[in-house]
């Protein structure tokens, strides 16, 4: 009787078949069609974009669209208006990259994902040959303006391009801010089409507004980098007033600033206009 049992035991075992260990699902799955995938740009065209924003393109519009916008309501003729974008377009594209290649390092130790070279998505040659090639335009596009409204206009970009590299994390920081933007209203009460507008010195209430505009602008920038700034030691004004002020009322009091100012750009361009 054992030894039938044996058998019976050992036909049984034979005759069922083994269980694999492994999950018979397949191990990876199907990946539907069209999930998953990126479209991958050349690499021409992501430095391209990335060059865009790398010349802090909101501010370049912002700016050059200003400027012009008070070329049209001088009077000046849409060929002449579009000069003006085009020029303040190139030296606010320059001075955009400039910015970042001098804070690439900060960038990039604060891990701004925003900024191009810090990343590693630009090279810094590559920024400096873009620098090269807009310098390059901006001298004939802006002796079209003619050569007193070409000059007021680069010595005012030479200026900010120094802030860039000094006075930009002290007391005077809004110096180069105030001195740049004063510039505007020579550049624009000089300017003509082709060089042959010999222009007028524009009224001091004028320039003086235009420098307390740059100066608005440049705390109204500061602050949403108050806290990184204060990281890598700089102490500009906006900063200083913040930590008397806060943030939040440094915040409202520049932006009143500002409305009151451009206020007062209204005013003066109505009443007394940019040249007497």
């Known amino acids: 009787m054992a030894a039938t049992t044996e058998a019976e035991t050992h036909a049984h075992s034979d005759d069922t078949p083994d ?3 492994t999950d018979p699902t397949p191990a990876t799955a199907p990946v539907p069609a ?6 991958r740009l050349p690499g021409g065209v992501r430095r391209a ?6 010349a802090h393109p909101r501010q370049l519009v912002v700016t050059a669209a200003a400027v012009a916008l008070a070329a049209f309501v001088g009077g000046r003729p849409m060929s002449e208006v579009g000069l003006v974008a085009l020029t303040v377009a190139l030296g606010q594209a320059i001075l955009g990259w400039h910015n970042d290649i001098v804070d690439r390092a900060t960038d990039a130790a604060a891990g701004r994902t925003d900024k191009p070279l810090a990343t590693g998505v630009l090279e810094t040659g590559t920024v400096w040959f873009a620098v090269a090639c807009a310098t ?10 003619g050569l007193v409204a070409a000059a007021a206009y680069v010595v005012g970009l030479v200026v900010a391009l120094v802030g860039n590299l000094v006075l930009r994390g002290g007391v005077l920081s809004w110096l180069p801010w105030a001195l740049s933007f004063a510039t505007y209203p020579v550049f624009l009460s000089y300017g003509g089409l082709g060089g042959q507008h010999r222009g007028e010195p524009p009224v001091v209430e004028m320039v003086v507004l235009a420098a307390l505009l740059g100066i608005c602008v440049h705390v109204l920038r500061a602050l949403p ?3 990184q700034d204060n990281r890598d030691g700089r102490r500009h004004l906006a900063l200083r007033v913040a930590v008397k002020t806060g943030a939040t009322r440094l915040l409202l009091l520049t932006s009143v600033a500002t409305a009151a ?5 209204a005013i003066t361009a109505g009443t007394v206009g940019l040249t007497r």
């Open 34 to 39: 069209g999930s998953g995938r990126r479209l």
């Open 19 to 21: 269980t694999p260990d």
């Open 136 to 145: 390059l335009a901006l001298v004939p596009v802006a002796v079209a303006n």
């Open 49 to 54: 974009l990335a060059l865009v924003v790398a």
């Open 261 to 265: 100012v451009l206020v007062g750009i």
């Open 225 to 227: 980098g108050l806290v």
